[in-house]
T-cell receptor, first 111, second 116 residues
Framework: DAKTTQPPSMDCAEGRAANLPCNHS???????VYWYRQIHSQGPQYIIH???NNETNEMASLIITEDRKSSTLILPHATLRDTAVYYC????????????FGSGTRLQVQP | DGGITQSPKYLFRKEGQNVTLSCEQN?????MYWYRQDPGQGLRLIYY???????QKGDIAEGYSVSREKKESFPLTVTSAQKNPTAFYLC???????????????FGQGTRLTVV
């Protein structure tokens, strides 16, 4: 699976949009981009995933660049409960399907 | 409620003892996974299973063993051969899809193992 690069930490004001970047320049054609988050001492929670089109659900939006080498997770109106570590993961839909986690981005939402 | 259950939440063991961590899911998922997390780090894959009676080593399998006798259960044994067993252990499950689709993994709430 392709390696991802994320900033180690970010701050965001409560009520503002949080934009979390992820670089995956070695992504191949059959690899999906997944985002998970982990609130302290809990199991990771799925947020969203996509292949090449932008995706939106009730939690977030995922913007994938046209060359697929990077993506941005957008939390449109961040709340204090969104404070967590956010993981960007690239996974193939064939072969080993287990998620490979990096260090993620620690998002701190400030009141 | 459907979900994935890990027990116990906290576990203490003496050094040199084997210990088994429980993971049960009622989501009818084919695939199950075990991860280890150390403080301030991401998750690392220990073992995974895509079907009953079959499992594969992950990235850090040494000192661990698993079994998959039932679809809903995937217990992890931390053996005395594991040099640094104190960690947060997470179990997950997912559907195994064919074709282009893919599904998310659901995680349990973890077991925090402390070996003294």
């Amino acid at each position: 699976d392709a390696k991802t690069t994320q900033p180690p930490s970010m701050d965001c004001a409560e009520g503002r949009a949080a934009n979390l970047p992820c670089n995956h320049s070695t992504i191949s054609g059959n690899e999906y981009v997944y985002w998970y988050r982990q609130i302290h001492s809990q199991g990771p929670q799925y947020i969203i995933h996509g292949l090449k089109n932008n995706e939106t659900n009730e939690m977030a939006s995922l913007i994938i660049t046209e060359d697929r080498k990077s993506s941005t997770l957008i939390l449109p109106h961040a709340t204090l409960r969104d404070t967590a570590v956010y993981y960007c993961i690239v996974r193939s839909n064939t072969g080993r399907r287990a998620l490979t986690f990096g260090s993620g981005t620690r998002l701190q939402v400030q009141p | 409620d459907g979900g994935i259950t890990q027990s116990p939440k906290y576990l203490f063991r003496k050094e040199g003892q084997n210990v088994t961590l429980s993971c049960e899911q009622n989501l009818n998922h084919d695939a199950m996974y075990w991860y280890r997390q150390d403080p301030g780090q991401g998750l690392r894959l220990i073992y995974y299973s895509q079907i009953v009676n079959d499992f594969q080593k992950g990235d850090i399998a040494e000192g661990y063993s698993v079994s998959r006798e039932k679809k809903e259960s995937f217990p992890l044994t931390v053996t005395s051969a594991q040099k640094n067993p104190t960690a947060f252990y997470l179990c997950a499950s997912s559907i195994v899809t064919r074709g282009q689709g893919n599904t998310e993994a659901f995680f349990g709430q973890g077991t925090r193992l402390t070996v003294v």
